[in-house]
């Protein structure tokens, strides 16, 4: 392949998937794992279904360039004239492919990764590592599954025909690479079976599959967030503090939370996700107030300042300590009459009232025209109350609606939400997945700060050297970049969306370019020894596999690799 560049981007085939929601992806095998590896590892990619498409080279292109980087075949399809366009895209569109599992028990699918089948066999897995690659650079094989952990799995036995063998289970290949027509191809014969989730239940076979991918396109782009997590505070004005009998606590005010999140904060340069309430069931008037006007005495006795407490968000909030989330609207079950009704040391205590999005007392979800109608106040009171729209919802770990006629995800992304919990409701395609978010996550309540004023502190302090926090509106923006190379493929333009990327828009950004073996050859041989960002030359170092480039505030950002003059 002559270009330097191939595009940021892959093509997963599958046969096809469920969608209980129109749009929304039900996949709780193969697909869906595979695709919340590739959210986690930002790298952006599109879906297409063999059950409502057929193949055509056309699929791979677009104006008649590559549109995707590699390709991910998930189909079990043994159609001929599919896997024969598959093979013409491999061999004369130079297309990169990316096998998982089983895939390569099909002829024409062994040939391309340079393997013949020679049976399947039941057995406990060992892997051994085999030769030096990018691929396997840095794997901690105690990240795979161990015998002692998992059960018998079915793994193809393959003879290898020009493949390199990176991996192998038992004395058999079970990771290799082909080079097909210049581009390569890409086997990772992870155990099938049962749910077929190897690729998210075990880090290291997520951690190959990304590796493999950026072998295959030949760089990655994407956040710097090595050794990074996300510190979340929940549920922030939640009224089961004051009435059910897991609260019986006060609601940190002012004095308080400054004393205990924001100056731990500032002094271990720490950022802290709050989800925070909007309204707050005003008992006397059996109406639901502004939370951050009110101050009384709950049902246990104890004195809640909420308005206390809105100064000190707003403090961490100008202090730049604060990333401030939605927990929702009022987190009280819509149809609440019984419980205005009820006695503050009886009724009120039942946690099933503090839920906001499903009636455990019927044993089915809030009515969608309620969750929606709550969703949409959740935000516009937001932006009155803190001046940003939030992206992300949290509803602690309160059941949610997940039928046909109520579903809280494709609500939430209706109403602009891009993560419910950590799990993300909407990617920029506008194809709703529910994907798990990949970075760690401290959680901890208001609760946690109430009966142990150091708990913060006391965490922050023992965090290891070099730990870096982000927030979730950074994580979401991080998300919604998009990326395209240039024509010529000697650059890469970085976009920032309207929505979502305002961190971006303001300030300076670090990410990060990691370049595989092949492509930094290619750049060297290509006499490519610089990189320019907005046509500013930035250091940069051919040699290095992964290096941290800082990106103007701004709408965007475009980098090239300069020849030497």
């Known amino acids: 392949m002559s270009e330097l560049l191939r595009p940021f981007r892959v093509l997963v085939i599958s046969d096809g998937w469920d969608e209980t929601v129109a749009g929304v992806l039900a996949d709780e095998g193969e697909l869906g794992a595979l695709l919340t590896v590739l959210t986690a590892g930002h790298i952006p990619f599109d879906l297409l279904r063999l059950d409502a498409n057929s193949l055509e080279l056309e699929s791979f292109l677009q ?227 502004r939370a951050w006007d009110l101050t009384f005495v709950d049902g246990f006795g104890n004195m809640q300042d909420l308005k206390s407490l809105h100064e000190g968000l707003q403090s961490g909030q100008t202090a730049g300590v604060l990333d401030l989330q939605s927990g929702g609207y009022a987190r009280l079950l819509p149809a609440a009459s019984g419980w205005w009704a009820a006695a503050p040391d009886e009724g009120r205590s039942n946690v099933a009232w503090y839920r906001e999005f499903y009636d455990e007392e019927r044993g089915q979800p809030v009515p969608a025209p309620r969750q929606a109608e709550r969703l949409r106040l959740a935000v516009s009171c937001h932006e009155e109350d803190f001046g940003l729209t939030p992206l992300a919802l949290s509803v602690g770990d309160a059941p949610i609606g997940l039928t046909a006629a109520a579903h809280t995800p494709a609500l939430a992304a209706s109403a602009g939400f891009a993560l419910l919990g950590d799990d993300w409701v909407l990617d920029a395609r506008r194809v709703l997945q529910l994907h798990h978010a990949p970075l760690p996550v401290h959680h901890f309540t208001d609760r946690d700060i109430a009966l142990d004023p150091d708990h913060l502190k006391r965490y922050l302090a023992a965090v290891p050297p070099g730990r870096r926090f982000l ?46 073996d092949e492509q930094r050859h290619k750049l060297t041989h290509g006499a490519y020894a610089f990189l320019s960002v907005n046509g500013e030359t930035v250091n940069f170092n051919n040699r290095t596999e992964r290096q941290v480039l800082t990106l103007p505030a701004g709408m965007g950002a475009y980098l090239e690799f300069v020849k030497t003059v």
């Open 63 to 289: 104006r008649g360039a590559a549109a995707y980087g590699a390709v991910v075949w998930l189909s079990a399809s043994g159609d001929e004239g599919t896997l024969n366009t598959l093979r013409a895209a491999v061999n004369e569109l130079h297309v990169p492919l990316l096998l998982l599992g089983d895939r390569v028990e099909h002829a024409v699918l062994a040939a391309l990764a340079g393997l013949r089948l020679r049976g399947a066999f039941d057995r406990r897995p060992l892997y051994v590592r085999g030769g030096e690659h990018f691929i396997t650079r840095g794997l901690d094989l105690a990240t795979l599954p161990r015998p002692v952990t998992l059960p018998r799995v079915r793994h193809p036995v393959v003879a290898t025909r020009g493949a390199e063998v990176l991996l192998t289970c038992d004395g058999h290949p079970a990771l290799t690479v082909h080079e097909v027509a210049g581009c390569g191809v890409a086997w990772l014969g992870h155990g099938v079976g049962g749910r077929r989730r190897a690729l998210t239940d075990h880090p290291g076979w997520a951690r190959l599959c990304l590796r493999a991918l950026t072998w295959l396109i030949g760089y990655h782009f994407g956040p710097h967030d090595e050794q990074a997590e996300l510190l979340v505070m929940d549920g922030l004005g939640n009224p089961a503090a004051c009435f059910a009998p897991t609260g019986e606590y006060t609601i940190p005010d002012f004095a308080r939370f400054e004393r205990s999140v924001v100056h731990p904060l500032q002094q271990h340069n720490a950022k802290l996700v709050c989800h925070v309430l909007s309204a707050f069931p005003h008992a006397e008037s059996r109406t639901l107030r």
């Open 471 to 516: 927030t979730k509106r950074d994580w979401i923006a991080a998300h919604r970049t998009r990326l395209s190379s240039n024509r010529a493929r000697t650059g890469l333009w970085v976009r920032w969306d309207q929505v979502g990327c305002e961190p971006f828009r303001t300030r300076p950004s670090e990410w990060a370019l990691t370049l595989s």
